[in-house]
């Protein structure tokens, strides 16, 4: 939304002089009191201007199990979804989520719709109250009853709602995996230790499934 043409093609060339053709195509948050101003007003106009001018790119884009928070309903967001993959998306990373029903019910919403690109299932590990009514705060995401039950057992305990996060979030990925999911992208909030913690818990399961797909984890700081 900030960003134009030729400031995007200064970006793609100095990705290019080192090498890096893998790239997330967001449109960006809005600005509280600033006008937008750049070339690209959704996400895939962006993704649409990138495919065109460097084809050998790997464009990823965003989707959103529980409705991003600016569609009228699923059929406009899953409409809109389909624009960013005929546009030129070649995968998609998923919104946090913490009930994995509602990523099963987008993958067949997308499915019908005729999205057939790989969807990698976005986990976040939370391990505090504040990161948590935060994240809820700006992504609209709902808690399902089990999480808020972990929660209100274990938010006055620092250590042990840490503990509870990263517990809930392997047993999102191990349900997921075994669901034959495309990939797990893991949103850390720079925690690399906790991270490394969840990737040894969830190791075997991985090598299981990898055995059968090519399922993989990855991580954004």
């Not at 893998?22 to 007003?41: A, E, M, S, T, Y």
């Not at 001018?53 to 569609?71: G, L, T, V, W």
């Not at 191990?174 to 925690?191: A, F, K, P, Q, W």
Request: hydrophobic share 40%; aromatic share 8%.
């Amino acid at each position: 939304m900030y960003q134009t043409r030729e400031q995007v093609l200064n970006l793609l060339d100095n990705l290019s002089e080192f090498n890096v053709k893998n790239i997330l195509g967001l449109r960006g948050d809005k600005i509280p009191g600033k006008q937008p101003v750049g070339d690209f007003n959704h996400a895939n106009d962006l993704v649409a201007f990138v495919h065109q001018n460097r084809p050998d790119f790997s464009i990823a884009s965003a989707c959103y199990p529980n409705c991003h928070p600016e569609a009228t309903g699923f059929v406009d967001d899953i409409a809109h979804l389909r624009t960013k993959v005929d546009a030129g998306a070649d995968h998609l990373i998923s919104q946090l989520f913490f009930d994995n029903q509602a990523f099963y019910d987008f993958q067949e919403k997308a499915e019908i719709a005729g999205i057939h690109v790989p969807i990698e299932a976005g986990i976040m590990p939370c391990t505090n109250k504040k990161q948590i009514e935060r994240i809820t705060q700006i992504t609209g995401v709902p808690l399902p009853k089990k999480f808020s039950a972990i929660l209100d057992r274990y938010q006055n305990s620092e250590e042990a709602m840490r503990e509870a996060g990263i517990a809930f979030a392997v047993d999102q990925i191990i349900d997921l995996v075994s669901e034959g999911v495309d990939g797990i992208h893991l949103y850390t909030m720079n925690h690399a230790d906790i991270a490394e913690r969840i990737w040894n818990a969830t190791k075997s399961v991985f090598d299981a499934a990898n055995a059968r797909t090519r399922t993989t984890i990855k991580h954004r700081s």
